[in-house]
């Protein structure tokens, strides 16, 4: 009769551990080196693609030519002048930076995933704008905020006329000389606020887009990858662009502080101003979003099998 009792007990350990282990299937957690990996890998891809945009976007901000509201035109002006190198300069200081930086902010974003997610594996919007935002803020103190300096210096530099800096390495070296490491963080707080607003939004949105595509059984291939990167991508440049504007302002050769900045870009040119170099960031992160979160998902699948 003992063993008849004690049946029911087995039985109800046995479905819970069950059950325990079919939660955790479901919850797909993705480990920290391959978030790091497939980030990292993903970065890299995207920058080396998009970058002419990146640098038609940072010229408009500084102050560009009368058909600044076209990246094409910056490209083809910058080109005719200074022939097509110049399109790519800082360009090894981003796809570095990029690289490191993405790897970053997929290692932060799954880890937080990880732990907010539900037992079926979701991530409720809500959760995913506060997971992508924390990852932004990691991102932009570990990596983004050192290398945007650099890169924005470099071209504010190039499109001076007169040089001093010879390139990354030769930029990072006479600002930590000159004025100390302080200076490779200016613009930290206004880069801080564009890396968390900018994460989240992405993220978040990314992950709605995605939650979405599953509930309504649209086939999840590259393409459908793809085009839910590139919309979240959208979403990004015009809730954001105006973090993005203050930042390069910060971090232009000079440097400003981050009030200073603001105020120094309104009374110039007004508050629309804020939004210059969207039609570049647009260009960028559509493409951007599309590059990235496709080649994510692609090597993280792959490496998971």
């Not at 887009?209 to 393409?223: A, G, R, S, V």
Request: glycine share 10%.
């Amino acid at each position: 009769m003992a063993t008849i009792q004690q049946a029911p007990a087995v039985v109800a350990v046995q479905n819970a551990t069950s059950g325990a282990k079919l939660a955790e299937k479901k919850k797909h957690k993705i480990s920290p080196a391959l978030s790091l990996f497939a980030g990292g890998v993903a970065g890299a891809v995207e920058a080396s693609i998009t970058y002419p945009f990146e640098f038609a976007k940072t010229r408009a901000q500084l102050g560009g030519s009368q058909n600044s509201r076209n990246p094409f035109s910056v490209i083809a002006t910058t080109v005719r002048q200074d022939g097509v190198r110049a399109v790519y300069t800082g360009c090894t200081t981003l796809i570095l930076g990029t690289t490191f930086k993405a790897g970053v902010r997929f290692l932060s974003f799954d880890s937080i995933r990880n732990m907010l997610m539900d037992e079926q594996g979701k991530l409720s919007p809500a959760r995913g704008i506060l997971a992508g935002m924390i990852a932004g803020t990691v991102e932009s103190v570990v990596a983004v905020t050192p290398t945007e300096r650099v890169k924005t210096a470099l071209i504010d530099d190039a499109k001076s006329g007169n040089r001093q800096f010879r390139g990354g390495t030769h930029a990072l070296s006479h600002m930590i000389k000159t004025r100390g490491i302080s200076e490779v963080y200016r613009g930290l707080v206004s880069t801080t606020l564009k890396q968390s607003a900018t994460s989240a939004v992405r993220m978040g949105s990314y992950n709605v887009i995605k939650e979405y595509t599953k509930t309504n059984n649209i086939p999840q291939n590259t393409l459908t990858t793809f085009a839910s990167g590139a919309i979240a991508g959208t979403i990004t440049v015009y809730a954001t662009q105006p973090f993005d504007t203050i930042k390069t302002m910060a971090q232009s050769a000079k440097g400003a502080g981050t009030m200073e900045a603001l105020t120094k870009v309104v009374t110039e040119r007004g508050v629309r101003a804020l939004w210059s170099g969207s039609t570049m960031r647009l260009g960028r992160l559509v493409m951007s979003g599309g590059i990235v979160f496709s080649v994510y998902e692609f090597v993280a699948g792959m490496l998971s099998r």
